[in-house]
């Protein structure tokens, strides 16, 4: 009788290969299914979807690690580096590295959190957004933690519990989820939720430079619209809740249709 084979599971992130976060994932993932890592030679924080056209792009094995077959307690694991964005790096993996298509697509873990309008900015959603696109069921995972020295280790349970499921059930058409943990444990529960409104404010820190003029370095700090509505990821994280926020890749603005037809736009 020939043996099932384990999932194939397509693993990035925006933080680099060798972050705390997707070394986390992997011992967590690694009984689930064969992994293969294709992530960012370096930090890329904030790529969002962003793609690489003005250089080339190349990519390096960093080391490999045999599996046992099903039924073991572990799969087989394959790391890469890539000198390209976390979108870059699905790309690459799903038309070069991957020996087929991979079950689920997977970023993180992200060392801070990429809830409320702030998932538009992240290359961790980005690669989750790379991968609906793509059509593979697909999850980013952030944590409030920002640490190197985070136990993301503490994670495994509600981790384990929310990829078996997309493995199992798939997800919603062009759906894809984000996944936010709160930056202290235990946690109370988790919720489904909507992705909140903020802005930034106070975005850049000018400084002289010695040689004369100005510099800028991007800072600034996130200010919630409505983190007091229970509705959403924003309260769920503020109150020990795991925030799961499920999104569309359809930005479109149906109740919107009525306004425009109203006031002139279509004719």
Known sequence: MKEAKKPLILLSNDDGFDATGIGALIKILRP????????????????????????PVKYNKEYEEEGGKEGSDFGSLTVYSCSGTPCDCVKMALEFLMPRRPDIVIGGINHGDNAATNAHYSGTIGIAIEGTLKSIPSVGFSSCAFSNEEDFLRLDKHICHIVKNVLKNGLPEKVFLNVNF?????????RICRMGMGDWVDEWIERDHPRGGKYFWIAGSFKSFDGHDETTDIWALN???VAITPITLDFTAYESFQFLKDNGFEG
């Open 239 to 241: 109150n020990g809740f």
């Open 32 to 55: 689930i299914g064969d992994i293969i890592v294709v992530a960012p030679e370096g930090g890329r924080s904030g790529s969002s979807l962003s793609i690489t056209g003005t250089v």
């Open 182 to 190: 709160p930056d202290h444990f235990p946690f109370k529960g988790t």
